[in-house]
């Protein structure tokens, strides 16, 4: 896949994030390549979300070049496939593959920036090969989740090594909360702490916000006459899906349960989601599980009509999906790990439930309680949209995002 070519401009100069400057007098626009595995249509997690919103935003300010996975290109999007040859073989391997053509597509790039493990070693190869910045955003931390050698076997080497190497080499990293810098720290010790900056992620809270109708109930089959407490994530250990199965067994009966659950890390999690599903099933009904990705606006409407939104995460450094619960007007109750007490505010817009021996039984308790108080539960819903709007919209994300790669070009 041959580069775009880029001889012969002049030497651009770095937007400013000053109010009242036009585009017209900003002049030429740092040309910046961003790396990810998910771009749309393909993205199934929080950080293909990130990338999704930041890119939007990112778009007015830079001059934007996104290298995803998949295939073709098009309106400043790349995409890249793993190399045939190792159809077979380890995903580990096959992401690197995907790394290296990444980073032979970069040519005429002036920094680049990574996301995930995934793409963070494209991000280390493009550095080298054309001498420039790397920036890069760690999501979570592979060290921070040994239940991937589950899914990678010796892969779970590879991704680590890519990861240290990555963040070890990097010129900015940049950590989605306050709790992952933390993590950064302590997992990798090397790293200079002044190369580490933590940029929030953000929620697009005119996207995500209530939406009253219920045709996308009607159509799943969930009764909007009874409260349902609601689920949408992956099916992994990270997310603590298992955890949920278990929790919601003690629930009020009258509360219906939706679990939109899908993109099984690996087959035994996906078999024992389906036997712990199936043993639910004959113990109350209203239960309903959408293994298929729905589109955005079904989701936010199920969120919207949601009498609790719940996200059981053993290990979760910030979590979108709570932000978009918040701005869909919905009470969250979540795991009080990593970043999400950043985001979740205890008794205000939530509850949270700490990950000890009785993290299950936890779960169910503060699930009952926001069940039980309509009232209580309306009120957390209205100050999570405006905490939502006022401390995480995408256009400060992208602002604080240029001016790093202000600070990083100007150190050189």
């Not at 729905?294 to 979108?320: K, N, W």
């Not at 949270?352 to 299950?360: G, K, P």
């Not at 539960?377 to 939502?388: I, L, Q």
Request: charged share 25%; hydrophobic share 40%.
């Amino acid at each position: 896949m041959r580069p775009r070519e880029h001889r012969g401009l002049p030497q651009p100069t770095l937007l400013s994030d000053h109010v009242g400057t036009s585009r017209r007098d900003r002049g030429f626009r740092v040309r910046v390549g961003l790396l990810t595995r998910e771009y749309p249509p393909d993205v199934y997690g929080g950080a293909g979300v990130h990338v999704e919103f930041l890119a939007d935003e990112l778009r007015p300010l830079v001059d934007l070049e996104v290298h995803c996975w998949g295939e073709g290109a098009a309106g400043g999007v790349v995409r890249h496939r793993p190399w045939s040859a190792l159809d077979r073989a380890n995903d580990a391997l096959r992401t690197f593959s995907v790394d290296l053509s990444i980073a032979a597509g970069l040519e005429g790039r002036e920094l680049v920036h990574s996301h995930t493990w995934y793409a963070n070693l494209a991000g280390h190869f493009g550095k080298l090969l054309h001498g420039v910045p790397h920036v890069m955003t760690a999501h979570s931390l592979e060290p921070l989740r040994p239940w991937k050698a589950e899914q990678l076997g010796g892969g779970y080497a590879l991704s680590s090594w890519a990861e240290r190497t990555a963040i070890e080499s990097a010129d900015a990293v940049i950590a989605v909360s306050g709790a992952m810098r933390d993590d950064i720290l302590g997992c990798y010790p090397a790293l200079d702490p002044a190369r580490l900056h933590v940029v929030h992620n953000g929620i697009d809270t005119s996207l995500y916000r209530p939406d009253h109708g219920t045709d996308v109930l009607d159509r799943l089959g969930v009764d909007p006459g009874r409260p349902y407490v609601l689920f949408v994530g992956r099916i992994t250990r990270q997310k603590g899906v298992p955890h949920l199965l278990r929790a919601v067994r003690d629930i009020d009966p009258a509360a219906q349960v939706v679990l939109c659950a899908g993109a099984p890390d690996t087959p035994e999690i996906d078999r024992e989601f389906r036997d712990l599903f199936a043993e639910l099933s004959r113990a109350r009904e209203g239960l309903f599980w959408i293994p298929q990705m729905l589109p955005r606006p079904d989701v936010i409407q199920l969120l919207t009509h949601a009498a609790v939104f719940v996200c059981p995460s053993v290990y979760e450094p910030l979590g979108i999906v709570n932000l978009e619960a918040m701005a869909c007007g919905t009470a969250v109750v979540a795991s009080r790990v990593g970043g999400i007490p950043e985001v979740v505010e205890d008794g205000a817009t939530g509850l949270l439930v700490s990950t000890d021996e009785d993290f299950e039984n936890g779960l169910a308790r503060a699930l009952d309680s926001v069940l039980a108080d309509p009232v209580a539960a309306a009120r957390m819903g209205e100050a999570g949209r405006e905490r939502a709007v006022r401390e995480f919209g995408w256009d400060a994300v992208a602002r604080r995002t240029v001016r790093l790669y202000e600070e990083v070009l100007k150190q050189g």
